[in-house]
Nanobody, 122 residues
Framework: QVQLVESGGGLVQAGGSLRLSCAAS????????MAWFRQAPGKEREFVGQITSSNNRYYRDSVKGRFTISRDNAKNTVYLQMNNLKPEDTAVYYC????????????????WGQGTQVTVSS
């Protein structure tokens, strides 16, 4: 079955950077929009950003200018570069794959990764 495996989470001080990776297997990678969501304790899972197979990108307003999504179709991998991290970015980050063109809602996701914890200390 399809697998999405995230890596790269961890603990970082405010203002620091992290790069998350998500490797996909048994997925027609080029056919899917890839996205990142996050979920903080006690909160709903929320959209962070997405990238289409032709590299069109969309982000939630709070991460614009700080986060960058990229994908390597040859490696079936999507990345989330997070700079100038803030304590409010603390959450479990999930990789997602969708056949929809717009993936703002968790209901639009076909496949999920297991999640990776990102903790930003103040």
């Amino acid at each position: 079955q399809v697998q999405l495996v995230e890596s790269g989470g961890g603990l970082v001080q405010a203002g620091g950077s992290l790069r998350l990776s998500c490797a996909a297997s048994r997925l027609s990678f080029n056919s899917y929009v890839m996205a990142w969501f996050r979920q903080a304790p006690g909160k709903e899972r929320e959209f962070v950003g997405q990238i289409t197979s032709s590299n069109n990108r969309y982000y939630r307003d709070s991460v614009k200018g700080r986060f960058t999504i990229s994908r390597d179709n040859a490696k079936n991998t999507v990345y989330l570069q997070m700079n100038n991290l803030k304590p409010e970015d603390t959450a479990v980050y999930y990789c997602a794959a969708s056949k929809y063109n717009v993936v703002y809602s968790p209901g639009s996701v076909d496949y999920w990764g297991q999640g990776t914890q990102v903790t930003v200390s103040s």
